[in-house]
């Protein structure tokens, strides 16, 4: 009997198995000692750009850009070193704004405020991000293929801009962190309707990949149509303990922090796997379904077409805005041809499509004790509470299954070998 332990929610279940398995852990790298320490070499050291405290000089107003409680980056601590610059400049606390950027996910509620940002909740001004609201958007201008670039307000008209943030692997901007801090998240919903539609979005995923990737192209893009003066972006191993910190210019200072993922994340296979049980990795990556699918852009890397995928993921929160475009559609079929017509919309039309190309491919069993069966069921998935069922009806149909799993998907990045499925 193999046993593996597989994390879900703030715990972990463990999954035994009869056959043989592979397993696919990222590289551990070690936390540092000190993460304040880190955050202040690397900011010390900015790569491609002056040190903050020297561009915050003269400045009247300052924005700095925060994740949401789905992006579990340190911002405490990424603010207190940012705040540390800036009063060497002489900018008070009275002249700074925090966004946060959620895209167009749900406001973040006063208890993430203060569990994501500690003592800085009632230090500084804090905005949830709507980009709904056009009266709290500024246009700054198109991209070159015609993106048209409305940014929250408050970052826009600031004198200094800064973006915060926690880069890992992402299905469809290859990697997150950086730009992403502006596009999707400040931005206004007509760019991300545009951003997150063909063709700029992948077909699909393309988890580590940036070359010729039009979604991380054009987010770039337009973070330089809105403008980011500075960056500050950490790396985490899958125990969430950062391993690193990177600084300084929106592109330099990313792609250091993504040399230093790809070390850690990426493995290469000679072949994709019948059956592939993938978790996103822990609380909050599988806060419910619309995150945990990430994990599931992960199995589509390496599972066989016709095989089966196993997402392990709590989803304590249900499953997000997208559940109803499946629960309506007559099948996968419909949700896919839907997006290619119409694209990105505020129901998350993208999520559903993404979780209809991985159906549409593969079986899909989902391991969860925060969706009911039944609920799965509507969307084309099956569904177990017990991890020892699922894995069961994942398994009888073979006779000699290859068997891979992935306990923190998060963090790893499968290559198949040239000429593999």
């Known amino acids: 009997m193999q046993t593996i332990e597989v994390p879900f929610g703030t715990g972990f279940i463990t999954l035994k198995l009869t056959q043989e398995a592979d397993v696919f852990m990222p590289v551990s790298m070690p936390g540092v000692p000190d993460e304040l320490a880190a955050i202040r070499q690397a900011m010390a050291a900015p790569t491609g750009s002056e040190r903050l405290s020297s561009l915050a000089k003269g400045k009247s107003t300052v924005a700095i850009v925060i994740n949401d409680i789905t992006r579990p980056a340190p911002?405490?601590?990424?603010?207190?070193?940012?705040?540390?610059?800036?009063?060497?400049?002489?900018?008070?606390?009275?002249?700074v704004t925090v966004v946060v950027a959620l895209g167009n996910h749900e406001p973040a509620t006063e208890e993430e405020l203060s569990k994501m940002t500690g003592k800085w909740r009632d230090e500084l001004k804090f905005i949830n991000h709507d980009c709904y609201d056009k009266n709290t958007l500024t246009f700054v201008g198109k991209t070159k293929r015609g993106m048209p670039v409305y940014v929250n307000s408050n970052y826009a008209k600031a004198d200094l801009k800064i973006l915060t943030g926690l880069i890992t692997p992402h299905q469809s901007a290859g990697f997150s962190g950086g730009r992403k801090s502006v596009v999707p998240g400040i931005a206004g919903i007509e760019t991300l309707q545009t951003h997150h539609s063909f063709p700029i979005r992948p077909e699909g995923a393309v988890m580590g990949i940036i070359g010729d990737n039009a979604f991380h192209q054009e987010a770039v893009s337009a973070a330089r149509l809105a403008g980011a003066d500075f960056i500050v972006n950490v790396i985490k191993n899958f125990r969430n303990e950062v391993v690193a910190a990177v600084a300084g210019d929106l592109e330099q200072a990313h792609m250091q922090g993504v040399s230093i993922c790809e070390k850690s994340w990426v493995r290469k296979f000679d072949k994709a796997y019948d059956v592939v049980f993938v978790s996103p990795?822990?609380?909050?990556?599988?806060?419910?379904?619309?995150?945990?699918?990430?994990?599931?852009?992960?199995?589509?890397?390496?599972?066989?077409?016709?095989?089966?995928?196993?997402?392990?993921?709590?989803?304590?929160?249900?499953?997000?805005?997208?559940?109803?475009?499946?629960?309506?559609?007559?099948?996968?079929?419909?949700?896919?041809?839907?997006?290619?017509?119409?694209?990105?919309?505020?129901?998350?039309?993208?999520?559903?499509?993404?979780?209809?190309?991985?159906?549409?491919?593969?079986?899909?069993?989902?391991?969860?004790?925060?969706?009911?069966?039944?609920?799965?069921?509507?969307?084309?998935?099956?569904?177990?509470?017990?991890l020892d069922e699922a894995a069961s009806a994942a398994l009888d149909k073979y006779e000699n299954p290859s068997i891979l799993c992935i306990p923190y998907a998060g963090e790893c990045i499968p290559v198949l070998s040239a000429g593999q499925p």
């Open 75 to 95: 911002t405490e601590s990424m603010l207190t070193v940012i705040m540390e610059e800036l009063d060497s400049a002489g900018i008070r606390k009275e002249q």
């Open 281 to 386: 990795g822990s609380y909050p990556k599988d806060i419910d379904l619309h995150q945990s699918q990430k994990a599931m852009a992960v199995a589509e890397q390496i599972t066989k077409p016709g095989g089966t995928i196993v997402l392990i993921a709590e989803c304590s929160h249900g499953i997000g805005k997208f559940g109803g475009i499946l629960k309506r559609a007559a099948d996968v079929d419909v949700v896919i041809r839907d997006f290619h017509e119409k694209g990105f919309s505020a129901d998350h039309s993208s999520k559903a499509y993404m979780i209809a190309r991985a159906i549409k491919k593969h079986r899909v069993i989902v391991v969860t004790t925060g969706i009911p069966a039944a609920e799965m069921s509507e969307m084309f998935m099956d569904a177990y509470a017990s």
